[in-house]
């Protein structure tokens, strides 16, 4: 058989084509006369050949996964499908990673920088070493946020005499020029000796695109420079500073009894009664009693609900028991929310129609 189409017809250039939407490998058994175990094999000709996946949109490339050119894992992407940037490369000789795109910097000034007392004033740091993706801008003394994240930033100010040592110096990092960044102020208030007396200073802070950092500078007591070549500033981007989200992940066409586990964001059904004999895994659920309005629920087992806003858990509406091995997140409710919880349980009790066997038939169920 030289083509093969499932759903749809392949051709000379795509010999085996599929039309579906979803797709199932699953390991041969030890009971079956198999290992139990299943394995995926792709083979290139040479090193030199491109092997990987290609995931695409409406047919245009958006990411590459695989080795391409080499026997390097890469992982690319692009937005129009023509022009790719390495997000991820691991040399498979040495199992370093490298993210080539990572906005990172060090720079420094090549002249001595003077500073008068009382008076904060950026240091011109009119040099690199290194500056991937251009991220600092040496013109304006200042590094710029390409994009959106959590960055990590140092910098070394070099005390160098100007005509008393009783200077006393102080450093900091800046914000948009205006707004000192939190744990970034230092001072040496010992005797200062010129071209050894130095201050370390590093933080972390989130910023968006198009912030601006710089350094800055401060003597008090008496004026001073900040020694070229061995001042300097650096930074790189560490993380993402999206806000953690849970998302329901739909179930897996094969898991048997508990398809159809709950993903919607529906608030308690207010005839849980009349429903509470559908099957346990299309049941309404709760909400996280406390009235955040975002909850979202995890579809596995055990069945809880987990509030987006304070990433807290409800009890199981089967057991009304806390879940503390949920494979996904292990938390516990706050006093608040208990209490909430346990109000919403007596005021159910009471409610009219509501039975102590009633409860426990749902419970059952």
Same mark, same amino acid.
């Given at each position: 058989?030289?083509?093969?189409?499932?759903?749809?017809?392949?051709?000379?250039?795509?010999?085996?084509?599929?039309?579906?939407?979803?797709?199932?490998?699953?390991?041969?058994? @030890?009971?079956?006369?198999?290992?139990?175990?299943?394995?995926?094999?792709?083979?290139?000709?040479?090193?030199?050949?491109?092997?990987?996946?290609?995931?695409?949109?409406?047919?245009?490339?958006?990411?590459?996964?695989?080795?391409?050119?080499?026997?390097?894992?890469?992982?690319?992407?692009?937005?129009?499908?023509?022009?790719?940037?390495?997000?991820?490369?691991?040399?498979?000789?040495?199992?370093?990673?490298?993210?080539?795109?990572?906005?990172?910097?060090?720079?420094?000034?090549?002249?001595?920088?003077?500073?008068?007392?009382?008076?904060?004033?950026?240091?011109?740091?009119?040099?690199?070493?290194?500056?991937?993706?251009?991220?600092?801008?040496?013109?304006?003394?200042?590094?710029?946020?390409?994009?959106?994240?959590?960055?990590?930033?140092?910098?070394?100010?070099?005390?160098?005499?100007?005509?008393?040592?009783?200077?006393?110096?102080?450093?900091?990092?800046?914000?948009?020029?205006?707004?000192?960044?939190?744990?970034?102020?230092?001072?040496?208030?010992?005797?200062?000796?010129?071209?050894?007396?130095?201050?370390?200073?590093?933080?972390?802070?989130?910023?968006?695109?198009?912030?601006?950092?710089?350094?800055?500078?401060?003597?008090?007591?008496?004026?001073?420079?900040?020694?070229?070549?061995?001042?300097?500033?650096?930074?790189?981007?560490?993380?993402?500073?999206?806000?953690?989200?849970?998302?329901? @992940?739909?179930?897996?066409?094969?898991?048997?009894?508990?398809?159809?586990?709950?993903?919607?964001?529906?608030?308690?059904?207010?005839?849980?009664?009349?429903?509470?004999?559908?099957?346990?895994?299309?049941?309404?659920?709760?909400?996280?009693?406390?009235?955040?309005?975002?909850?979202?629920?995890?579809?596995?087992?055990?069945?809880?609900?987990?509030?987006?806003?304070?990433?807290?858990?409800?009890?199981?509406?089967?057991?009304?028991?806390?879940?503390?091995?949920?494979?996904?997140?292990?938390?516990?409710?706050?006093?608040?929310?208990?209490?909430?919880?346990?109000?919403?349980?007596?005021?159910?009790?009471?409610?009219?129609?509501?039975?102590q066997t009633g409860r426990r038939r749902s419970q059952r169920t």
């Amino acid at each position: 058989m030289a083509l093969l189409g499932v759903g749809t017809t392949a051709d000379p250039a795509n010999p085996f084509s599929a039309k579906l939407n979803a797709a199932l490998w699953t390991a041969k058994t @030890i009971a079956e006369g198999g290992t139990g175990d299943l394995f995926y094999t792709m083979n290139k000709e040479t090193a030199g050949r491109d092997l990987g996946l290609t995931l695409q949109t409406a047919y245009v490339t958006k990411a590459l996964m695989g080795l391409f050119g080499s026997d390097r894992f890469r992982l690319a992407v692009s937005a129009d499908g023509s022009t790719f940037f390495d997000g991820l490369i691991v040399d498979n000789a040495t199992g370093i990673v490298d993210q080539p795109r990572l906005p990172r910097f060090k720079g420094f000034t090549n002249y001595d920088n003077y500073v008068g007392i009382d008076s904060w004033t950026k240091i011109g740091i009119n040099n690199t070493d290194y500056n991937d993706q251009g991220a600092f801008d040496a013109g304006n003394n200042r590094f710029v946020a390409s994009v959106a994240g959590t960055y990590l930033f140092g910098a070394t100010l070099l005390y160098k005499i100007n005509a008393s040592a009783t200077a006393r110096m102080r450093g900091r990092l800046v914000l948009n020029g205006t707004t000192e960044i939190r744990g970034s102020l230092g001072e040496i208030s010992a005797t200062h000796v010129s071209l050894a007396t130095a201050i370390w200073l590093q933080t972390m802070v989130p910023l968006t695109a198009g912030d601006t950092v710089e350094l800055q500078g401060y003597f008090r007591v008496a004026d001073g420079y900040f020694a070229a070549d061995h001042t300097s500033f650096w930074g790189c981007k560490v993380g993402s500073s999206w806000p953690m989200q849970i998302i329901p @992940i739909p179930a897996h066409p094969m898991s048997g009894p508990r398809k159809g586990w709950p993903t919607s964001t529906s608030p308690l059904c207010r005839k849980t009664r009349q429903n509470r004999r559908q099957p346990f895994s299309t049941r309404p659920m709760r909400h996280c009693p406390r009235p955040c309005a975002s909850a979202v629920f995890r579809p596995h087992r055990p069945l809880r609900s987990i509030c987006a806003a304070t990433a807290r858990s409800a009890p199981c509406l089967r057991s009304g028991r806390r879940w503390t091995g949920c494979r996904m997140m292990s938390s516990t409710m706050t006093a608040g929310c208990v209490s909430a919880w346990r109000s919403k349980g007596r005021l159910a009790r009471q409610a009219p129609g509501s039975s102590q066997t009633g409860r426990r038939r749902s419970q059952r169920t």
